[in-house]
Nanobody
Framework: QVQLVESGGGLVQAGGSLRLSCAAT????????MGWYRQAPGKQRELVAR??????AYAESVKGRFTISRDYTKNTVYLQMNNLKPEDTGVYYC??????WGQGTQVTVSQ
């Protein structure tokens, strides 16, 4: 069973930065992608960024501001979030292989 634990969320002002971390334990295959999703109040969960051995992908709304990275030795995925906007507010979830989820970490961006 894969377990994912997110950390790094918090309250920041618009224009600020946060770095989210997701530590994965269990049997992790490096060929499977990992990603970050978020869910704002009253909205569906959406893909923010995803990374695999061969490609990365970002939601259009975060391109140029967020960077996803992965340490295959530590089985940890990061999401560097810069120039945060109030619309980035939500619960951010880590995902492994499209099936495993973390508990989520709250990100709140004030104006």
């Amino acid at each position: 069973q894969v377990q994912l634990v997110e950390s790094g969320g918090g309250l920041v002002q618009a224009g600020g930065s946060l770095r989210l971390s997701c530590a994965a334990t269990g049997t992790i295959f490096s060929d499977y992608g990992m990603g970050w999703y978020r869910q704002a109040p009253g909205k569906q969960r959406e893909l923010v960024a995803r990374i695999s051995r061969v490609r990365t992908a970002y939601a259009e709304s975060v391109k140029g501001r967020f960077t996803i990275s992965r340490d295959y030795t530590k089985n940890t995925v990061y999401l560097q979030m810069n120039n945060l906007k109030p619309e980035d507010t939500g619960v951010y979830y880590c995902n492994y292989a499209g099936v495993s989820w973390g508990q989520g970490t709250q990100v709140t961006v004030s104006q």
